[in-house]
């Protein structure tokens, strides 16, 4: 049995990651992002055949369907973890933010985060013992001038996390935040 990870924001940084990570150890790996050729650099890392590349918004719930349909088909209906790690780091003072900028940042950083857990429970609710990981970040833990809305974002994820952990639990889901 062929375990199966699908990772947004898989096409740099902690996702990139995560991904050579667990492809090592042997998983099914799905990778989601808006950056098609950083996500291109993270499957050459990966054994051959082991990469689902996705070019996706987490902001697009139809894409997250889509996705997570065809991902867990090719992983025979398996969805082992569902890691939301997408996000962007947005900075400055706030009281100079555009409107657009605050709009983004929650709207990737949050409710993508959302879509992908409310989204992803059917998926993982299949799969004995799966685990929705969310990243969130030490500004979940305390504020941080110059990074307000993205501190905000983070709060949010870690809430939704431990909220959700206890949720979970009925469906045999574990959550957790990182």
């Keep these: 049995m062929t375990k199966a990870i699908f990772i947004t924001g898989g ?9 050579v990570y667990f492809g090592a150890r042997g998983w099914r790996v799905g ?8 996500m291109a650099e993270t499957a050459a890392q990966l054994p051959t055949g082991m990469a689902h590349v996705y070019k996706m918004d987490v902001r ?6 889509a996705c997570l349909d065809d991902f867990t088909e090719e992983a ?3 969805l082992d973890v569902l890691f939301n790690n997408a996000g962007i ?3 400055g003072p706030f009281a100079q933010a555009t409107f657009d900028d605050i709009d983004r940042t929650i709207a990737i950083n ?3 985060v959302v879509n992908g857990a409310r989204i992803g429970h059917a998926y993982l609710a299949r799969t004995p013992g799966s685990c929705l990981l969310n990243t969130a970040s030490a500004s979940a833990i305390y504020g941080s001038a110059g990074l307000t809305v993205y501190s905000a974002t983070k709060f949010a994820v ?3 996390s431990e909220a959700l952990d206890g949720e979970g639990a009925a469906d045999g889901i574990k ?4």
């Design 60 to 65: 697009d719930r139809d894409a997250w369907i």
């Design 11 to 19: 096409g740099s940084g902690i996702g990139r990651a995560v991904a």
């Design 76 to 78: 025979g209906g398996r």
């Design 158 to 160: 870690r809430a939704l």
């Design 89 to 91: 780091g947005t900075g």
């Design 31 to 38: 990778l989601a992002d808006v950056n098609e050729a950083g």
């Design 110 to 112: 949050f409710t993508g």
């Design 175 to 178: 959550v957790r935040d990182l």
